[in-house]
């Protein structure tokens, strides 16, 4: 059938005419040369699919294969068995005997071929081991809670140590396996893959805001009781960046905690500066001057050079470095639809974009 039909990737009406083809030579007890070294049974699917279709063109398309690929496919199977399996007909191909008599026996070969990649599959989700994921106290809080319950869920066999620390040296002496880090690790041991922009956002529970009033400007922030870090220079630099350097003077309270941060704000403490992905933890606590320019912080993945070559660190490494960026950019989303303060202090002035300096 098919050297009639080899190199043929045209309409069905190019296998149109009537008789069998010449092919390989048909009758028990004449194997060809081919099928002396066994059957290909990955083939069947192919066989299957143009029986099905009842022409090349029709299974071509439902395999999303070329034609002529197809046909070769076919013609090594009939090497193998030693007798043509369809002969054509007007509109396409029709099933030889021997076709029919083996068509039983190749569908449950398929289904077989099909059980046995959904046992491999339920395998692999099994074979599994530990993974030691290291990351900042807030991040750990706030922003990986959602990913690795998705991690949990999509890789069930891997387990997963969670290590909420900002020492970057945990890569390096092999305490941990992967890193999320809001820096780009320096080290030449490390392999770091950048993930997405963190925006920062000034912000204040509405219990504050009710008492203190929402800046309208920028300008007018330092006029407001600002919660800041400690030793941490983090927010100093931030504001010399947006053009108004300020002192630790200027904030009332401080602290390098950053769980503690958090809390000091929702708990009406006065304006901070928190990642925008925490908010969604911090019942009452919202935007506040969604114009200003506040640097954002990178989110970067590293793993160390010796072990990314390992299949389960690379499975969970792959899976963070796609589900980190869509929670973040959902968590954005959810910010952009909430309101900046309560109706009662909103200002009509809050538009545009501007520094802080004015």
């Not at 909430?338 to 809050?350: D, V, Y």
Request: hydrophobic share 45%; aromatic share 4%; with cysteine.
């Amino acid at each position: 059938m098919v050297q009639a039909l080899r190199g043929r990737a045209g309409s069905d009406s190019a296998e149109g005419g009537s008789g069998r083809p010449a092919g390989p030579p048909e009758g028990p007890g004449r194997p060809s040369a081919a099928g002396d070294r066994g059957f290909d049974w990955s083939l069947v699917q192919s066989f299957i699919a143009v029986l099905d279709a009842g022409s090349l063109s029709g299974a071509a398309k439902k395999l999303g294969a070329q034609q002529p690929t197809l046909s070769r496919q076919v013609a090594a199977l009939e090497a193998q068995l030693g007798a043509p399996l369809f002969e054509r007909t007007g509109r396409g191909v029709a099933p030889t005997a021997l076709a029919l008599a083996i068509a039983d026996d190749a569908r449950a070969m398929q289904r077989g071929a099909e059980q046995l990649q959904r046992r491999l599959a339920r395998q692999r989700s099994r074979t599994g081991g530990t993974v030691r994921i290291t990351t900042s106290q807030v991040a750990a809080s706030y922003l990986l809670p959602p990913v690795l319950a998705a991690l949990q869920a999509a890789e069930p066999g891997i387990e997963v140590e969670l290590v909420a620390s900002n020492q970057l040296t945990n890569l390096l002496r092999r305490e941990a396996d992967i890193a999320v880090r809001m820096v780009r690790p320096a080290q030449a041991s490390l392999v770091a893959k950048k993930l997405a922009d963190i925006a920062i956002t000034a912000c204040a529970h509405e219990r504050y805001l009710a008492r203190a009033g929402a800046p309208r400007r920028p300008d007018e922030l330092l006029r407001h009781r600002l919660v800041g870090y400690d030793r941490d220079d983090a927010l100093l630099r931030g504001f010399a960046a947006m053009g108004a350097p300020i002192g630790r003077e200027h904030f009332v309270l401080r602290t390098d905690d950053q769980l503690a941060y958090g809390r000091l704000v929702a708990a009406g403490a006065g304006i901070g500066f928190v990642a925008a992905y925490n908010l969604r933890w911090l019942p009452g606590v919202v935007p506040v001057l969604p114009m200003l320019k506040i640097p954002p912080l990178p989110c970067w993945l590293a793993v160390h050079r010796e072990i990314r070559g390992s299949a389960l660190v690379r499975r969970a490494f792959d899976f963070l470095a796609e589900a980190i960026p869509r929670e973040l950019a959902a968590m954005q989303a959810t910010l952009a639809q909430t309101s900046t303060a309560p109706a009662s202090l909103r200002h009509p002035e809050q538009h545009g974009s501007h520094s802080i300096r004015q």
